[in-house]
């Protein structure tokens, strides 16, 4: 505890009496200092037990000593030392009644007590008090030290609660509370993952101070990891401001906190490593031996069914380490394995099928396609993110799955889309996919000869191509719909194989008219 005017009072050696003010001494005392200017207000910081003589003063006006007193305590002085037998026998009755009117504590300095003595003693209390806190603070590191070592980043927060008498919390890339002590405030901590994402914009080292919803504690948040972009933050909330001793202890957990995330990067820069290899001889056809590389670390990723996420950016941002992160630490929560191998501009992952890490990916892509859809949101650089999601496989057919992302990928890039699945395509139509440019471009020159034919007058083809395919070459079926004669639309078909030199009898000679028909119908 810093010192108080109450525990000068107590000081035996010092023989301070109260003169008024007695219910305002326990206010901690920053500092003392001697002055006898008239006006000492501007040298004042606020805090200051203030020591006077009064040589300067006419401490009998009572008018004078209003504004005198007035001054001081709206300076911040919290308290005033007068020094009897110096210029004054006793402490005049103005004095007493101006600093009884403010409630500035008023202490009376016996003459045999030098304004030193009470300088050294408010010093020696300010050092021993400081000297109790570096030692709260030493003793706090270990025991934080101890507990990170013993019981991991959990043992952690619960010895920084105990330090600062409040709460701590954990939270990851994705700004998910990862672990809070006591657990009561894992519900606190939740409510402020608002305020942690913008923490996490910033570059680290980065920290705040903000308020709960309902200004129920304070509380500090601060960024975790050394990279231009931190990972992890933490959060503490107090009844108070921090104190010299909580401060040094949640410096501590900062730093263990810190050197914990670097070593994990390292860690997982290593697991990325072996994951590439295991995922080459996936891709290679090697699922044996793919098995024994990973080991526990992906082993159990490899013996049920996975998909195979296959993700490109062309920005100048960050989308695919955003993304990393997004399903690493659903991966994590819930203690799923996953295989992330960065290649360059492009991410493949490994996760496991219908658990929570394919579930983070495809709310992060739809959360994407909503940002891009309301234009006043502006572009994110992450909207240049295109994710490709295979259908579910096991290792033997990884090279499959592989492919299959890789077509969901470039159907993805052609749509304009964020994020498109394997099985979508499968379960879909073709037909979306006539609407690029290059499949127009075969229809246009395939059916151009037949659209100028009919220009001239001379007949109808296209639309009886287009009514005898679609009742699959049937005459009396098709001639009906055109209201024409089955020899008249015998006639017609004819022309067609003339003009186009193609031959109706083959089917994909069929199949290409009718796709091209439709990839010109809207454009006709």
Known sequence: ????????????????????????????????????????????????????TALKLDAEDPQAMRRYVRRLAGAGVVGLGFAVGVNYEEIPEALVDAAGEEGLPLLEVPRRTPFLAISKAVSAAIAADQYRAVTAGFAAQRELTRQALNAGPEGLLGALAAQIDGWAALYDASGAVVAAAPEWAGRRAARLTAEVERLRERPAPASSVVGGPENEDRVELHSLGTGKRPRDALAVGTAAALGTAERYALHSAIA?????????????????RIGAAVLRMLLAGEPDHARAVAGDLYGGLLDAPFRMIVAESVSGGDPLGTLTETVEAAAARSAEAVLVVPEGERLVVLVADGGAAVAACTGYASAL?????????????????????????????????????????????????????????????????????????????????????????????????????????????AAADLGVHRHTLRYRM??????????????????????ALKATSSEQ
Not at 424 to 450: E, I, M, N, W, Y
């Open 1 to 52: 505890m810093p010192p108080t005017l109450a525990s000068l009072v107590h000081h035996s050696a010092l023989k301070l009496t109260v003169r008024a003010g007695e219910d305002r001494l326990d206010v901690p005392v920053r500092w003392a200092h001697v002055s006898e200017l008239a006006d000492p207000v501007p040298y004042m910081e606020g805090g200051e037990l203030l020591l006077i």
């Open 494 to 515: 004819r022309r067609v194989e003339e003009i186009l030199g193609r031959s109706l009898d083959d089917p994909d000679v069929r199949m290409e008219l009718w796709l």
């Open 369 to 477: 396609e909503g940002a891009r859809a309301v234009p006043e949101q502006g572009a994110a650089e992450e909207d240049d993110l295109v994710v490709g999601l295979s259908a579910p496989a096991g290792p033997i057919a990884a090279a499959a799955a592989y492919k299959q992302a890789e077509q969901a990928l470039s159907v993805a890039r052609r749509r304009g889309r964020v994020l498109v699945e394997h099985d979508q395509l499968a379960a879909g139509s073709v037909l979306p996919l006539l609407a690029d440019d290059a499949v127009k471009a075969f229809a246009d020159g395939l059916l151009r000869p037949l659209y100028e034919h009919d220009a001239t007058g001379r007949g109808d083809l296209v639309a009886s191509l287009r009514a005898w395919l679609s009742r699959h070459g049937q005459w009396d079926a």
């Open 256 to 272: 263990l906190l810190t050197l914990t995330t670097e070593r994990s990067r390292s860690l997982h820069a290593a697991e990325q």
